[in-house]
């Protein structure tokens, strides 16, 4: 209804209220969720489940701990990514000195080359490897042979209610599989079909 419509018909704003009235009308339809706001929940890395108490149905909020993944291998990634880092910290020197002595003609454009190769694959392989972890939510500032984990916490990408739980305690969990499903209910979707008889006398 336009502006001069709701004038012309004299129409006013009422409130809120239970009306009977002498006509039903019947609808059959479904309420519908869009699909960007049902999230599917896994890992990036394998791990047998710990601490999970979820029900079906509870509400969880973004950021919270859903449940925890414990792997030996996780330990073996971050001694990896230590053992590189310390290795570059020497690759890197040893770089350096073979490009000063190749500049000034000491010692022969190969080893220049090889010091340089070495060097950055190991980089390429520490900065790997650190990406994989940040994956893993393990942090690699203050990593140090005296604080490696075993454990990972997986924690909700988004706020929602668990619709279905597929991860068990004990279980082995792989990167393919799904461990719950949420879905967020702030946007529904009612979708309505009505069919209307109409008479003419």
Do not use: W
Request: glycine letters at 4%; aromatic letters at 8%.
């Amino acid at each position: 209804v336009t502006q001069s419509q709701f004038k012309m018909a004299k129409m006013q704003l009422g409130r809120l209220a239970d009306y009977n009235f002498p006509t039903t009308i019947k609808a059959t339809g479904v309420v519908e969720i869009p699909s960007k706001n049902h999230t599917k929940v896994s890992a990036y890395a394998g791990g047998y489940v710990t601490n999970i108490n979820l029900i079906q149905g509870e509400r969880v909020n973004k950021g919270q701990v859903l449940f925890t993944l414990e792997n030996p291998e996780f330990v073996q990634m971050q001694q990896d990514y230590l053992e590189a880092k310390e290795q570059l910290t020497y690759l890197q020197s040893d770089y350096e000195r073979q490009k000063t002595l190749a500049n000034e003609n000491v010692v022969a454009q190969k080893n220049f080359l090889k010091a340089e190769s070495e060097y950055r694959v190991t980089l390429t392989k520490m900065e790997g490897m650190k990406k994989r972890l940040s994956l893993l939510k393990i942090s690699t500032d203050n990593l140090s042979a005296q604080n490696l984990v075993s454990s990972i916490a997986i924690k909700a990408p988004a706020s929602g209610y668990i619709t279905d739980i597929h991860a068990m305690k004990g279980m082995f969990l792989n990167p393919t599989d799904v461990a719950l499903g949420l879905v967020n209910t702030n946007h529904i979707h009612l979708e309505l079909t009505l069919r209307l008889n109409c008479f003419v006398s």
